[in-house]
């Protein structure tokens, strides 16, 4: 039940692109990691990474960043208890 806000959570500071996000989850899949938590792994990767939080830095205020982080992880939560619980 934690893995998967967890697994959002790290993605979200994590630098993974969808290219390179193929191999990881097909690796944690094969040690079996639950579905649900790859998904929002790869979703919170995919939708922010530090690299592009340190750009947003640049160009918005914090309020605007912090509201963009929020909803990556709550789209990558929200997407994971999806796949899991269905």
Same mark, same amino acid.
């Given at each position: !039940?934690?893995l /998967?806000?967890?697994? @959002?959570?790290? &993605? ?7 290219s390179?996000?193929v191999p $990881?989850?097909?690796?944690?899949a094969a040690k079996?990691?639950a !579905?649900?938590a /790859?998904?929002?792994? @790869?979703?919170? &990767? ?8 340190f750009m947003?830095? $640049?160009?918005f205020?914090?309020?605007l ?9 709550a789209? @990558? ?5 999806a796949?899991?619980?269905?």
């Amino acid at each position: !039940m934690l893995l /998967i806000p967890a697994a @959002a959570f790290i &993605g979200v500071f994590l630098y993974v692109r969808a290219s390179t996000m193929v191999p $990881i989850a097909t690796s944690l899949a094969a040690k079996g990691m639950a !579905m649900g938590a /790859i998904m929002s792994l @790869a979703i919170a &990767g995919a939708g922010a990474s530090l690299s592009e939080m340190f750009m947003m830095k $640049i160009m918005f205020y914090w309020l605007l960043l912090l509201a963009f982080i929020f909803v990556a992880f709550a789209t @990558a939560c929200i997407t994971g208890f999806a796949i899991e619980f269905s």
